[in-house]
Nanobody, 124 residues
Framework: QVQLVESGGGLVQAGGSLRLACVVS????????MGWFRQAPGKEREFVAS????????MYGDSVKGRFTISRDNAKSTSYLQMSSLEPEDTAVYYC?????????????????WGQGTQVTVSS
């Protein structure tokens, strides 16, 4: 059974940083693309970042460009989302996802597996 488990969320003041991690079990992720999405209360799920299977192609949502960095460690079956200069508008549940075709994409429909999410709250 494939499982994605996010960690690293929490409460942080505006301007602070957090690093989220997503550990995948039940499959080899070296050929998967990984993505991060977020959903705030009353809003639609929003694309945050994605990374292709090799790690060379990274994509970011406009609202996080220059502040967030996605990376991966295939040996640990883990994807990371380093978040800096956090703003109250970044408050949301953050989800990681895996796409088995290895292609970095911005739409949630292309991802096969999803985690349960981790809450990030940024106070002003």
């Amino acid at each position: 059974q494939v499982q994605l488990v996010e960690s690293g969320g929490g409460l942080v003041q505006a301007g602070g940083s957090l690093r989220l991690a997503c550990v995948v079990s039940g499959r080899t992720v070296s050929t998967d693309a990984m993505g991060w999405f977020r959903q705030a209360p009353g809003k639609e799920r929003e694309f945050v970042a994605s990374i292709n299977w090799s790690g060379y192609i990274k994509m970011y949502g406009d609202s996080v460009k220059g502040r967030f960095t996605i990376s991966r460690d295939n040996a640990k079956s883990t994807s990371y989302l380093q978040m800096s200069s956090l703003e109250p508008e970044d408050t949301a549940v953050y989800y990681c996802a895996a796409s088995t075709d290895g292609i970095s994409r911005t739409t949630s429909a292309g991802y096969n597996y999803w985690g349960q999410g981790t809450q990030v709250t940024v106070s002003s």
